[in-house]
């Protein structure tokens, strides 16, 4: 099976400084991994996934993210936050022949002015 | 536009009360899933359905009911045997089982409380 850690609950950061929210997974096959937002009150937006190939990923709204096998992580990334960058980030685990995405707890990032 | 849309955004319940939360997709999508979200604790998968007529219980399944009559549609019922149903409620589809490389589309959500 699948498991998901997001150690930071909460992530302040001062508006236009960089972020890093860290995810690590656990899984004994291949995996498939994925960041999604959630704005106050509403359903999941993809932010970007990895499913093969380059391990640095890029996706909506200037993030990356970079999948290392070795320390089995997903960190998310921003080199500069906007205010409009508050929000909840989930990062998420699948692998072929499974049928469910599995969450992390989720990351409360919040840009301070 | 196509998309997932659930209804009620608000739905409040009293104790021993059946509810059913409704979902609607126009995208098309084979697979649909339900999950359940509160604070601290990341989503939960409740049911999903990889096909019409065919639905499999996912981690928390117990106290929920779901039907899969029709491609477009799948309602979630909170029974009066789920013990603490306040929480947020989340549909979501895809074009097949989320194994593999797609992406699961999530509606707004119905936030459910008991009163």
């Known amino acids: 099976a699948q498991s998901v850690t997001q150690l930071d609950s909460q992530v302040p950061v001062f508006e236009e400084a960089p972020v890093e929210l860290r995810c690590n997974y656990s899984?004994?096959?291949?995996?498939?991994l994925f960041w999604y937002v959630q704005y106050p009150n509403q359903g999941l937006q993809l932010l970007l996934k990895?499913?093969?190939?380059?391990?640095l990923v890029k996706g909506i709204n200037g993030f990356e993210a970079e999948f290392n096998k070795s320390q089995t992580s997903f960190h998310l990334r921003k080199p500069s936050v906007h205010i409009s960058d508050t929000a909840e980030y989930f990062c998420?685990?699948?692998?072929?022949?499974?049928?469910?995405?599995?969450f992390g707890t989720g990351t409360r990032l919040t840009v301070i002015p | 536009d196509g998309g997932i849309t659930q209804s009620p955004k608000y739905l409040f319940r009293k104790e021993g009360q059946n509810v059913t939360l409704s979902c609607e997709q126009n995208?098309?999508?084979?697979?649909m899933y339900w999950y359940r979200q509160d604070p601290g604790q990341g989503l939960r998968l409740i049911y999903y359905?990889?096909?019409?007529?065919?639905?499999q219980k996912g981690d928390i399944a117990e106290g929920y009911s779901v039907s899969r009559e029709k491609k477009e549609s799948f309602p979630l019922t909170v029974t009066s045997a789920q013990k603490n149903p306040t929480a947020f409620y989340l549909c979501?589809?895809?074009?097949?089982?989320?194994?593999?490389?797609?992406?699961?589309?999530f509606g707004q959500g119905t936030r459910l409380t008991v009163v």
């Open positions: 979501a589809s895809s074009i097949r089982g989320v194994a593999g490389n797609t992406e699961a589309f």
């Open positions: 899984s004994s096959v291949s995996v498939y």
């Open positions: 990895y499913l093969s190939g380059s391990t």
């Open positions: 998420a685990v699948s692998a072929p022949g499974a049928n469910n995405l599995f």
């Open positions: 995208l098309n999508h084979d697979a």
């Open positions: 359905s990889q096909i019409v007529n065919d639905f």
